[in-house]
């Protein structure tokens, strides 16, 4: 009854199956990798943002690179704010998708050192983006400013070509050790989304805390793979079943129309 499996068209579905079959289920260990690498990165940024607050040179310093544990961590500088010597940072989009510009202004701190802040979002004033743009200005004096310590950017994690030949006062990315160079001063590795003290106006408009990966979804995507694989062998039964109930009923009804002898 199931000599038709031995038929090319058969044969070829079967190796087409056997193939499938281990190629999906490393799809879903592939997915469920995924899975597990946004997952933990979710608790780091919850852990980092759940963190108490701690003074800025407690978690860097001068030529420190900011860790993966130390990124989000909330922090407290006190300082004033060098407004002359801030730049801004092209190409930046904000909630709404519109682009602009990144402000970032040094931070002298008591001590000397420079931290910079990522004051916020501001419309680009034209359409060239070249001109230094209209920016508010922060509070002045003595300022105590709290935000999330964030590592330098770089080309390779953020997809941005660090261009050359801009503007004055613009970049394309924020390197602390850049800005040392630019300013002649000792800058603290990394820099620091502000959250507070909250700008007048609403402007520049602040930077949102990081959102969460959507880990679920490769969760569901292995799952998914999983039952695919699982699918296939049964489907394969199924076909094969229904062939052969076919090729029986043709028999039957061939046998059947045979005349009868007399």
Do not use: C
């Amino acid at each position: 009854m199931y000599r038709f499996l031995l038929s090319r068209q058969w044969v070829i579905l079967t190796l087409v199956a056997l193939v499938l079959i281990p190629t999906m289920i490393r799809l879903g260990i592939w997915q469920m990798h995924r899975y597990e690498e946004r997952a933990a990165r979710n608790q780091l940024v919850a852990d980092a943002l759940g963190a108490k607050p701690a003074p800025v040179e407690k978690l860097t310093s001068p030529g420190h690179t900011v860790t993966t544990k130390e990124r989000y961590r909330t922090v407290t500088a006190v300082g004033r704010f060098d407004t002359d010597r801030e730049v801004v940072v092209r190409r930046r989009v904000n909630a709404d998708e519109e682009v602009g510009f990144h402000v970032l202004t040094p931070l002298v701190l008591t001590d000397g050192k420079v931290l910079m802040v990522n004051r916020g979002w501001i419309p680009a004033d034209g359409p060239s983006q070249t001109a230094f743009p209209k920016i508010p200005a922060p509070p002045s004096g003595r300022v105590t400013v709290t935000g999330r310590l964030m590592p330098d950017e770089t080309t390779e994690a953020s997809g941005i070509k660090d261009l050359k030949g801009l503007p004055d006062r613009q970049v394309m990315l924020i390197s602390s050790e850049q800005e040392a160079r630019r300013l002649d001063a000792r800058v603290l590795g990394g820099y620091v989304v502000q959250t507070t003290p909250e700008p007048k106006g609403d402007t520049p408009e602040l930077i949102g805390k990081p959102g969460e990966e959507n880990a679920a979804l490769n969760y569901a995507y292995a799952l998914q793979w999983w039952l695919f694989a699982a699918g296939v062998p049964i489907g394969w039964v199924i076909l094969a079943r229904r062939e052969a109930r076919d090729r029986a009923a043709g028999q039957e009804k061939a046998a059947e129309a045979e005349p009868v002898g007399v």
